[in-house]
């Protein structure tokens, strides 16, 4: 079992900056995908992007990319989302997820494990 919990959230105004932490427990994440969704009220949940635990190889959705960046930090088995330029429409609860299949996938059925959410509002 993994277990997963974000932080990080808050209240910014637009062009700001925030960062998100998901500390994972319970086993190694050697080989693991570790990702980063997000969900509105209505909607289905959103990938935003994802890294290899092994290697850090990093894949971003469109609406991010050069916005957004991943980052692990494996003595600390956290990953980070370090999010700059921040939209009105990235307002959301961003969850954290990991994967023990090594392919990176943008759906949330490729993920087994899920952490609780962590609200960010973004305001005019």
């Known amino acids: 079992q993994v277990q997963l919990v974000e932080s990080g959230g808050g209240l910014v105004q637009a062009g700001a900056s925030l960062r998100l932490s998901c500390a994972a427990s319970?086993?190694?994440?050697?080989?693991?995908?570790m990702g980063w969704f997000r969900q509105t009220a209505g909607k289905s949940r959103e990938f935003v992007a994802a890294?290899?635990?092994?290697?850090?190889?990093?894949h971003y959705a469109d609406s991010v990319r050069g916005r957004f960046t991943i980052s692990s930090d494996n003595a600390e088995n956290t990953v980070y989302l370090q999010m700059s330029s921040l939209k009105n429409e990235d307002t959301a609860v961003y969850y954290c997820?990991?994967?023990?299949?090594?392919?990176?996938?943008?759906?949330?059925?490729?993920?087994?494990?899920w952490g609780q959410g962590t609200q960010v509002t973004v305001s005019s």
């Open positions: 997820a990991a994967a023990s299949s090594r392919a990176i996938f943008t759906t949330r059925q490729g993920y087994d494990y």
């Open positions: 319970g086993r190694t994440l050697t080989g693991y995908v």
């Open positions: 890294i290899r635990w092994s290697g850090g190889s990093t």
